[in-house]
């Protein structure tokens, strides 16, 4: 992971810098006020940054809801991908939903993102599924991904 880069939980102030993120990571981005909802009106949702020097970088956010944790989206800038800044962001969310007494995790993952599959297999999660044309922007397929805390 690059030197300067710092993992916090994301604020109102940061939302301009996810969203800059997503627009950049997906073909298909939330929209800015997705980000806004979660950060103010969702009382399960917690998103984690990766900072550099101010600048963010990466971003994943985590659905605690009882004892079931929820990935909802994980991105790193083009340019800063390869330095584990994805991991350690997972390992951030995994550890806190485990602290916040979740039992297993979830999440959704595109059936040709293999960079992705493989990073959340190292921390083992296993294919419980597909969710068939769940992407919107091309109908492909979704594997769903659980792992026990």
């Given at each position: 992971?690059?030197?300067?880069?710092?993992?916090?939980?994301?604020?109102?102030?940061?939302?301009?810098?996810?969203?800059?993120?997503?627009?950049?990571?997906?073909?298909?981005?939330?929209?800015?006020?997705?980000?806004?909802?979660?950060?103010?009106?969702?009382?399960?949702?917690?998103?984690?940054?990766?900072?550099?020097?101010?600048?963010?970088?990466?971003?994943?956010?985590?659905?605690?809801?009882?004892?079931?944790?929820?990935?909802?989206?994980?991105?790193?800038?083009?340019?800063?991908?390869?330095?584990?800044?994805?991991?350690?962001?997972?390992?951030?969310?995994?550890?806190?939903?485990?602290?916040?007494?979740?039992?297993?995790?979830?999440?959704?993952?595109?059936?040709?993102?293999?960079?992705?599959?493989?990073?959340?297999?190292k921390l083992g999660f296993q294919e419980?599924?597909?969710?068939?044309?769940?992407?919107?922007?091309?109908?492909?397929?979704?594997?769903?991904?659980?792992?026990?805390?």
């Amino acid at each position: 992971m690059g030197e300067g880069i710092q993992i916090r939980e994301m604020t109102l102030e940061d939302v301009d810098g996810v969203y800059n993120v997503e627009t950049k990571a997906f073909n298909n981005p939330w929209k800015r006020e997705a980000f806004v909802n979660e950060i103010k009106n969702n009382q399960f949702a917690t998103y984690f940054v990766a900072v550099d020097d101010d600048y963010i970088v990466g971003y994943c956010g985590v659905w605690l809801i009882l004892d079931e944790s929820h990935i909802t989206n994980i991105a790193v800038l083009p340019n800063y991908r390869g330095y584990k800044i994805g991991e350690t962001l997972l390992k951030k969310a995994m550890l806190f939903a485990k602290i916040g007494r979740a039992i297993r995790m979830s999440l959704e993952v595109r059936v040709s993102n293999e960079i992705a599959q493989n990073l959340y297999r190292k921390l083992g999660f296993q294919e419980g599924g597909i969710r068939r044309n769940y992407y919107s922007d091309n109908l492909e397929d979704a594997i769903v991904m659980w792992v026990n805390l």
